[in-house]
């Protein structure tokens, strides 16, 4: 079985070894470049199954890159690094086609977290949040981890959005609790499975306000997220 290949651009050479190896002990071969100007040589040449792209760039760079990418390719996925914090900047790097912004400095389990998500879409096909999904009577904004109802507006952490993408991306079907748990926490520790406990807990109260919404547990298996 291949390998999935990242395409990986960084100009920060001592962070660009630390994420490149993190990702080899992985599993992920990883093809590194530091010159926004040679990036699309590489692209080209390699077909990657996901690109990472530092926005700030010697010579080209991450947005204009993502836009080259774009023209070639519509479906790879795209996670733009930054330091940059201006809502404007984030905004450019989705309507750029990016799939995903993680702002520096970044833990590698959630980059990993959000590597798998965009690659289990890609195949995933119909069922994925592009950005924003109609869940019963809410509105949920994965990329500004929102969910709401009228005006209500509730912020939620990476992993609160991360459960619930999970959940009703899977909608229908039974989500098995250690794919959740290796997804979002890296392993089915007893620890992290009562940490599970709890984040359901709260997705569930989230969503109270629209009783056609149900988080249905499968006792020693796992959970069916159902909408009427």
Known sequence: MSKTK???????????????????????????EADG???????????????ILDVMLPNKDGFTIADEIRMLNEEVPI?????????EDVVKGFS???????????SMEELIVRIQNLLR???????KINGTAVIGKYNFQLNRQTLSIGKEERKLSFRESELLRLLYENRDK?????????????????F?????????????SYLKEDPSI????????????VTA
């Not at 989500?175 to 520790?189: A, P, T």
């Open 174 to 190: 039974i989500i098995e609790r250690k794919d959740i748990l290796n997804l979002l926490w890296g392993n089915d520790s007893f």
């Open 96 to 106: 750029l086609g990016g799939n995903d912004y993680m702002r520096k400095p970044f």
């Open 6 to 32: 990242v395409l990986y651009v960084e100009d920060e050479l001592f962070l660009g070894k630390i994420v490149r190896e993190s990702l080899e002990s992985r599993g992920y071969e990883v093809i590194m």
């Open 214 to 225: 149900e988080i249905i547990t499968i006792k020693g298996v796992g959970y069916r997220f």
């Open 192 to 204: 992290n499975s009562r940490n599970l406990d709890v984040y359901i807990t709260k997705i569930r």
């Open 79 to 87: 996670i733009f690094l930054t330091a940059k914090t201006q809502t």
């Open 121 to 127: 879409n890609k195949t995933d096909g119909e069922t």
């Open 37 to 51: 100007a040679k990036v699309m040589d590489q692209f080209k040449k390699t077909n990657p199954d996901i690109c």
